[in-house]
T-cell receptor, first 110, second 114 residues
Framework: RKEVEQDPGPFNVPEGATVAFNCTYSNSASQSFFWYRQDCRKEPKLLMSVYSSGNEDGRFTAQLNRASQYISLLIRDSKLSDSATYLC???????????FGSGTKLNVKP | DTAVSQTPKYLVTQMGNDKSIKCEQN?????MYWYKQDSKKFLKIMFSYNNKELIINETVPNRFSPKSPDKAHLNLHINSLELGDSAVYFC?????????????FGDGTRLSIL
């Protein structure tokens, strides 16, 4: 079983839509969680960290469900510029090891 | 100011050659990484160094040898390149162990083996 699993998509949504991605992780001892965004042929960039209590940054909301071992990312009022691949990242007990999901591709259409 | 910089950005070479990719970070981070992203876009860790010491080596062939002359640099040397080595290689850095912060990535090096 992979450490981190994501639905590869693509998710094709119209502008203004709300879209949600989930990501499951296998190691219950995982310590920290992140969502990264990767544009085509670019490097991954941190979108937001995911805190136990859930956190929000503008149109983006991240949540952690430790009991079911998944994290989620909700994007409200989608913009064309949100089109990218969203990578779920999990840092397990080993502080120096990060596991990346294979990414979920989002296409926001006019 | 570029936080994590890698060179070259593109590398096209023939099978069997030896090549190096350089990485430097000016963030003052203690930990640096090399990742490989293959054609399926899956990003996989190869190595991690903390304060010039190797701490993670993820079943990478011996042809790949990282070198860290100081904590701000982590270079990757690849011997006897093979077709399967074609990928994008990303360097990254993060704060010291125990501070579970995010990573900062370089722009990537696109390696193509002919």
């Amino acid at each position: 079983r992979k450490e981190v699993e994501q639905d590869p998509g693509p998710f094709n949504v119209p502008e203004g839509a709300t879209v949600a991605f989930n990501c499951t992780y296998s190691n219950s001892a995982s310590q920290s969680f992140f969502w990264y965004r990767q544009d085509c042929r670019k490097e991954p960039k941190l979108l937001m960290s995911v805190y136990s209590s859930g956190n929000e940054d503008g149109r983006f909301t991240a949540q952690l469900n430790r009991a079911s071992q998944y994290i989620s990312l909700l994007i409200r009022d989608s913009k064309l510029s949100d089109s990218a691949t969203y990578l779920c990242v999990v840092n397990p007990y080993n502080f120096n090891k990060f596991y990346f999901g294979s990414g979920t591709k989002l296409n926001v259409k006019p | 100011d570029t936080a994590v910089s890698q060179t070259p950005k593109y590398l096209v070479t023939q099978m069997g050659n030896d090549k190096s990719i350089k990485c430097e970070q000016n963030l003052g981070h203690d930990t640096m990484y090399w990742y490989k992203q293959d054609s399926k876009k899956f990003l996989k860790i190869m190595f991690s160094y903390n304060n010039k010491e190797l701490i993670i080596n993820e079943t990478v062939p011996n042809r790949f040898s990282p070198k860290s002359p100081d904590k701000a640099h982590l270079n990757l040397h690849i011997n006897s390149l093979e077709l399967g080595d074609s990928a994008v290689y990303f360097c990254a850095s993060s704060q010291e162990p125990g501070i579970m912060g995010p990573q900062h990535f370089g722009d990537g090096t696109r390696l193509s083996i002919l």
